[in-house]
T-cell receptor, first 115, second 114 residues
Framework: AQTVTQSQPEMSVQEAETVTLSCTYD???????LFWYKQPPSRQMILVIRQEAYKQQNATENRFSVNFQKAAKSFSLKISDSQLGDAAMYFCAYRSANYGQNFVFGPGTRLSVLP | KAGVTQTPRYLIKTRGQQVTLSCSPISGHRSVSWYQQTPGQGLQFLFE???????NKGNFPGRFSGRQFSNSRSEMNVSTLELGDSALYLC?????????????FGSGTRLTVV
């Protein structure tokens, strides 16, 4: 079974600075999808960024970018120019390309943004 | 365009009762999944539906059940509630059959069992 690990339960960053959240996963599959979700106090999980495993190019969405290292099974999220609104729980998720599987979420990293 | 709507937002039930939670996906989304979120266990997969068929089920007891209607709306039911069922229940919908493009989540239903 696949597992997702986020080794940093909590992190903090100064406003306007850059922070990187770590995620590693364990799988024997070669075809899969990786996601970062953000959950603010409003509880709604918001999709931040998505990466397809067969694409070597790292995904980017505005201030958010990933460092995808397939061989190392690592999928870190970099947030540039951090804003107060970035404060939230961040979850890394793995989705097999196999229809019979489901999403596997990591335990989350709580990010605080300091003014 | 309206997002994923979950009702009710909060619910307090007594142990032994049953509860039904509702989820309306984004218009056009035919895939609906349910997750249980607790501080101890994190996000755990409950079920996934596509076009009224259950495609996948997580490792939960038979007290947890769900269904999807022809308009893609979904309900989940928990019978004989236990204290450990207290959690945030999240519904998510996706345009693709298995969420490959990513889920859009609702704000959840906070269930408290007393």
């Amino acid at each position: 079974a696949q597992t997702v690990t986020q080794s940093q339960p909590e992190m903090s960053v100064q406003e306007a600075e850059t922070v990187t959240l770590s995620c590693t996963y364990d799988t024997s599959e070669s075809d899969y999808y990786l996601f970062w979700y953000k959950q603010p106090p409003s509880r709604q999980m918001i999709l931040v960024i998505r990466q397809e495993a067969y694409k070597q190019q790292n995904a980017t969405e505005n201030r958010f970018s990933v460092n995808f290292q397939k061989a190392a099974k690592s999928f870190s999220l970099k947030i540039s120019d951090s804003q107060l609104g970035d404060a939230a729980m961040y979850f890394c998720a793995y989705r097999s390309a196999n229809y019979g599987q489901n999403f596997v979420f990591g335990p989350g990293t709580r990010l605080s943004v300091l003014p | 365009k309206a997002g994923v709507t979950q009702t009710p937002r909060y619910l307090i039930k007594t142990r032994g009762q049953q509860v039904t939670l509702s989820c309306s996906p984004i218009s056009g989304h035919r895939s609906v999944s349910w997750y249980q979120q607790t501080p101890g266990q994190g996000l755990q997969f409950l079920f996934e539906y596509f076009s009224e068929t259950q495609r996948n089920k997580g490792n939960f007891p038979g007290r947890f059940s769900g269904r999807q209607f022809s308009n893609s709306r979904s309900e989940m039911n928990v019978s004989t509630l236990e204290l450990g069922d207290s959690a945030l229940y999240l519904c998510a919908s996706s345009l693709s059959a298995a969420g490959f493009t990513g889920y859009t989540f609702g704000s959840g239903t906070r269930l408290t069992v007393v």
